[in-house]
């Protein structure tokens, strides 16, 4: 008798698991501009929605923004062109999955993690963890492990360390994606995620190609959102990218993320907030900029399985190194790097101000001799910028101050140790090593 009721239960428990449930259904009841404005169904921020258009036979992808008394508010993943008011409006599950794993590798995808390189299928497992909370601040390793970018400039004057979190900072055209590319392909990270934000859709194979290579390529998987795309697509490229890194971070990789560029991320999450209805601050940027800005930020660096070395690329409006998204950014990194467009006008590549950027974390990675040898290069530099003026023009005379004599002496030679061609890579002891010998 017991083993028929635990038969029949087990019977009547399978069918319940196989039965279909009905979902929800909102209903559009209203466009305006970029927002859709539905009658349910029940959802949360961020997730993703389909809506159906019997008219037209079309669905789209769109998500959730927010919420104005009992209506949700959506903007769309794709053209909204087909809507119209009494489409059908659904929840994805497992929308916000993300895929992982090494079969990643040498692939390009779009905001929701699908392929676009004509290569297949991803067939890579998911996981949660779209909207994943940052590492625990206690049980994140600390620094102590240089990190060779491939980058003379960078290794030797503004040393990073394996986790560390730095901005490259720019007016437009001055060379971010040549260096991110060589960043890509010479740095020693196991596995390279990049996150391209707003580029031209010409961009995306030119820096695949040439500034990437397949050598850089073999390494990397590559999330893309163009211009052309809406702005929660391009932030949901940005998110994505964070957390596959995060995924390859877990099973203790150690990993570069690249982003180009977290101005356009600010950008997009800009457009979203006025769009839904938040008022304007700074610059027109609204306040739900600067909470997401260190929500992502955070989601890098060490934690206890692996690091994360992140560096993102900061777009400066009118080279203006003070406006709100670069002078926001700058607080939540632990370093910059500024690329100066006087340096790139006068062929100097790449173009870093080694004067105007920071390693915060150079003392933590760098040995003695080495913080020594950098100082003295600084200072050297130094002298010589203060003085051009005077050095120019033949206003100063030889032997009168012994620091500008050995200024005006190493200065070529330091001016010529900082140019590097984008297909020439150096090794971080290469760099010191060839600095010693200007120097001594």
Known sequence: MIDSLHERFTFMEQGVRGVRTLDKIGTVRRVTGLVIESEGPEVSIGQVCSISSERHGETIEAQVVGFRENVVLLMALESVHLIHPGCKVSSKKNSNSVPYGPSLLGRIIDGMGRPIDGKGPLLAPQREGFYCEPPNPLSRSLIKEPFSTGIKAIDSFI??????????????????????????????????????????????????????????????????????????????????ATAIAEGFRNEGN????????????????????????????????????????????????????????????????????????ADAVRGFLDGHIVLSRKLANANHFPAVDVLRSVSRLDRAVCKENEIALISEARDLLSVYMQNEDLINVGAYVKNSNPKIDRAIEKFAHIENFLRQKYDQLSARQEAFDLLFKILK
Not at 185 to 202: H, K, Q, T, Y
């Open 159 to 240: 040393p990073l360390g394996v986790g560390q979190r730095v901005g490259i900072f720019s007016g437009s055209g001055v060379g971010k994606s040549i260096l991110l590319g060589m960043i890509g392909r010479g740095s020693e990270a196991e596995v390279n995620v990049i996150s391209l934000v707003g580029e031209r859709g010409r961009e995306l194979r030119e820096f695949v190609e040439n500034d990437l290579g397949p050598e850089g390529m073999a390494k990397s998987v590559i999330v893309v959102s163009t211009s052309d795309q809406p702005a929660p697509m391009r932030i949901r490229a940005s998110v994505l």
């Open 254 to 325: 150690k990993v570069l993320l690249l982003m180009d560029s977290l101005t356009r991320f600010a950008m997009a999450q800009r457009e979203i907030g006025l769009a839904a209805g938040e008022p304007p601050a700074s610059r027109g940027y609204v306040p739900s900029v600067f909470s997401l800005l260190p929500k992502l930020l955070e989601r890098t660096g060490t934690s206890e399985a692996g690091a994360i070395t992140a560096i993102y690329t900061v777009l400066v409006e009118g080279d203006d190194m003070n406006e709100p998204v």
